[in-house]
């Protein structure tokens, strides 16, 4: 059978780093053996049992019942940095199945930072809270899913639904069972597609080029930097604590600092590169590209992936003024929305899916025990608690 070489998601614990002691827990201690490596598919005939053994318990469907799902809803609109006391957790009760449509259970969900700044522009006080779910079919009146699958949901933040299919995304059929599933909505999810085509599409990163990479050991910058090597490309990450730093270079960056503790993020940046940067993929945007900007070199590309250090200003930030650099050194700055490649997600989670069961691509997840702790896993998130993705397990 195929075999995790990390102790399961889900144990207790066994953090260095104090500041993410309060509310997470992990696998592992992550610079230790914290890498999801050496995993096998499936054989087909250990598929093809598994079909055959769901299928049977799922028609006809159980009898419905009446479900509550529990759900959380924004009370208020962020003034700033989101607060516990913006969330409401509230009950609904659930309608019978109609034909097509299924119930399921959110079994993880995911917390990230576009949650802030969408809510600000797409939702409205009182309405349920923005978000995707890995979640399990517990009952279903649709032939084309079978009882006991998962599915990746974009269902927001609750416990229960129901949904007709058409929002659903199956996990792909090479999913190892030994992989765990939360990984959909981190490395082999959105966020690992974000760092795929950023980097070939909106970088166009070279074999032998320098590329940085902020939030590097968050769920996005974290892939980034291992598909960069794998490209064949030097890597310089910065991180919020050094514990992070120490992962940076345990999962193969070459050059990794802190940014909170660099005396001057000017001489870190060249002295981790003293020829500058061929490529920048920005995360966190702000006072940091202002300064990043001034290393790129001639002809660079800089893909604007988030700006997470501006997404809880009361004040917008000053700058950065980009014109000058990006003149003299003919660089590209491109904006990008991970979604425009919707067309070719197949081809990108197929990839990253490979990468991570050959272990070229390591894995580390915070997760958070109990869907009653979303918002503060959300906030914990945003404080730059989480090393890799932040994940919420129900
Ligand atoms: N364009 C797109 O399609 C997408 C964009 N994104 C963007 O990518 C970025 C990373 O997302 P994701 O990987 O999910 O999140 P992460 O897992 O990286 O978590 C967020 C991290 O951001 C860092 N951070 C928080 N505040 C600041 C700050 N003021 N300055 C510098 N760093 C800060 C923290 O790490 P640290 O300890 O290092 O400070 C924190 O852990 C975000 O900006 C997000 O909006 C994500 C997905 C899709
Ligand atoms: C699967 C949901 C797609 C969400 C797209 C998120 C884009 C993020 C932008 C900035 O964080």
New binding site residues.
């Given amino acids: 059978m195929p075999k995790l070489a990390t102790a399961s998601l889900g144990g207790s614990a066994t953090h260095r780093d104090p500041s993410m002691q309060r509310h997470s827990h992990t696998s592992s201690d992550p610079l230790e053996v914290c890498v999801t490596e050496g995993i096998q598919p499936l054989s087909w005939v250990q598929r093809l049992l598994t079909r055959l053994v769901s299928r049977r318990h799922s028609f006809p469907p159980a009898c419905s019942k009446m479900v509550t799902a529990k759900v959380w809803v924004l009370k208020k609109h962020f003034e700033g940095f989101p607060k516990t006391s913006d969330f409401d957790l509230k009950k609904i009760e659930l309608p019978n199945l109609k034909d097509g449509e299924l119930l399921l259970e959110s079994v993880f969900l995911s917390v990230?930072?576009?949650m802030r700044?969408y809510s600000q522009r797409d939702m409205k006080e009182g309405d349920i809270m923005i978000g995707t779910q890995v979640a399990r079919i517990v009952e279903s009146n649709n032939p084309a899913f079978t009882v006991g699958a998962f599915v990746v949901a974009r269902s927001g933040w609750r416990t229960h639904f129901i949904s007709d299919g058409k929002d659903l995304q199956l996990l792909p059929s090479s999913w190892p069972e030994s992989l765990p599933k939360s990984l959909a909505l981190g490395t082999v999810g959105?966020?690992g597609l974000?760092a795929y085509f950023?980097l070939l599409e909106v970088c166009k990163m070279k074999l032998g080029e320098t590329v940085l990479v902020?939030?590097?050991?968050?769920?996005?910058?974290?892939v980034v930097g291992q598909l960069a090597k794998i490209g064949g490309c030097k890597v310089v990450g910065?991180?919020?604590?050094d514990y992070?730093v120490a992962y940076l270079k345990k999962i193969g960056f070459d050059e990794a600092f802190n940014?909170?503790t660099v005396v001057s993020l000017d001489e870190a940046l060249r002295q981790a590169s003293p020829d500058g940067y061929d490529c920048f993929f920005d995360?966190?945007?702000?006072e940091?590209t202002s300064i990043a900007i001034n290393h790129m070199k001639k002809y660079g590309r800089i893909a604007?992936?988030?700006?997470?250090?501006q997404?809880n200003d009361t004040v917008p930030q000053k700058g950065p003024y980009v014109q000058v650099p990006m003149i003299f050194k003919e660089l590209q700055m491109e904006?990008?929305?991970?979604?425009r490649w919707n067309n070719r997600w197949e081809e990108g989670l197929k990839a990253l899916l490979k990468w991570v069961v050959e272990g070229k691509v390591k894995c580390h997840e915070q997760v958070t025990e109990g869907f009653e702790n979303m918002p503060m896993a959300f906030i914990g998130?945003?404080?730059?608690?989480?090393?890799?993705?932040?994940i919420v397990k129900v």
Avoid: H, Q, R, W
């Fill in positions: 990230d930072p576009y700044p959105m966020p974000t950023g902020n939030a590097a050991a968050g769920a996005v910058g974290s910065c991180a919020g604590s992070k940014y909170k995360n966190v945007g702000g940091f604007v992936c988030g700006a997470i250090s997404y904006g990008f929305i991970v979604t998130m945003l404080k730059g608690e989480n090393l890799g993705k932040a």
